[in-house]
């Protein structure tokens, strides 16, 4: 069997002499790992960094063996994370979580563009592209059976003045319905009710609890795993753009 398509580069881990086992992340062939020979070379050392866009073509004897792996770079997408902490974090994080939380070889049109935009904007830097990252991970649940409803209040039903979400079945609640149970609730950042730009870090971390939580819960806890260290690496890297004060705050909710 044999199949080629663009893909986005996961994970690459070391295997054997100079080979590694890489994840790449396709639209119809969705997650997919293989066995690239020399993968773990110097010589492809910048070609399987998790984020880069590659033409891959996989062979295997059968659709259910591991099979071999070989790429081209399409754009080297890795490179454009290097020299700022927050954005690398960024990178690692989207690839990291997609490695852990898809299932394998299942079509995802929707993750891959997602993922695929992302990647794509990575040049304007992580203080532009926190909102859609968070957007890509409420994406990730969605995929996953695990949707969000943020149109309205999941108490009054009114669409205005969203201001939490229930952890508890992933619905929006307004101001009013939410004043009683502040303390029990997730706080909503504006963003995610709509699709303009966020630079403030403390909506981003917003962000980020409503997600994690979910992601903690639903994905990975059904599995009695960890959501990825590099994720808790994104946000600890955010939090640390906020003054003291409240960077305890953000840690107590």
């Not at 080629?4 to 881990?13: D, H």
């Not at 954005?87 to 695929?116: I, K, M, W, Y």
């Not at 059904?222 to 955010?238: E, K």
Request: hydrophobic share 45%; with cysteine; proline share 7%.
């Amino acid at each position: 069997m044999e199949w080629q398509a663009p893909a986005i580069v996961l994970e690459a881990r070391p295997h054997g002499e100079g080979g590694a086992i890489v994840q790449v992340l396709t639209e119809e062939h969705g997650r997919h790992a293989g066995l690239a020979h020399g993968g773990g070379s110097r010589a492809q050392a910048g070609l399987w960094q998790p984020g880069n866009l590659v033409e891959v073509r996989w062979t295997g004897r059968a659709a259910e063996h591991l099979g071999a792996m070989r790429g081209e770079m399409v754009h080297p997408t890795a490179a454009l994370a290097l020299d700022e902490k927050l954005t690398l974090a960024l990178l690692n994080a989207a690839c990291a979580l997609s490695a852990d939380a898809l299932p394998e070889r299942e079509a995802q049109p929707r993750v891959f563009a997602g993922l695929l935009t992302l990647m794509a904007n990575l040049g304007r830097g992580a203080p532009a592209l926190l909102p859609d990252y968070v957007r890509y991970e409420a994406l990730l649940l969605e995929s996953l059976g695990f949707s969000l409803d943020l149109s309205a209040c999941a108490v009054t039903g009114r669409r205005d003045d969203l201001t939490h979400v229930s952890p508890r079945s992933g619905r929006a609640v307004c101001r009013e319905a939410a004043e009683p149970y502040r303390d029990r609730l997730l706080p909503l950042p504006l963003f995610l009710q709509g699709g303009q730009d966020e630079r403030d870090p403390a909506e981003w971390l917003k962000g980020l609890s409503v997600t994690g939580h979910f992601l903690a819960r639903d994905v990975f806890g059904g599995r009695h795993r960890p959501v990825p260290a590099a994720r808790q690496r994104l946000v600890d890297r955010v939090s640390a753009l906020l003054p003291p004060s409240e960077r305890t705050a953000h840690a107590a909710s």
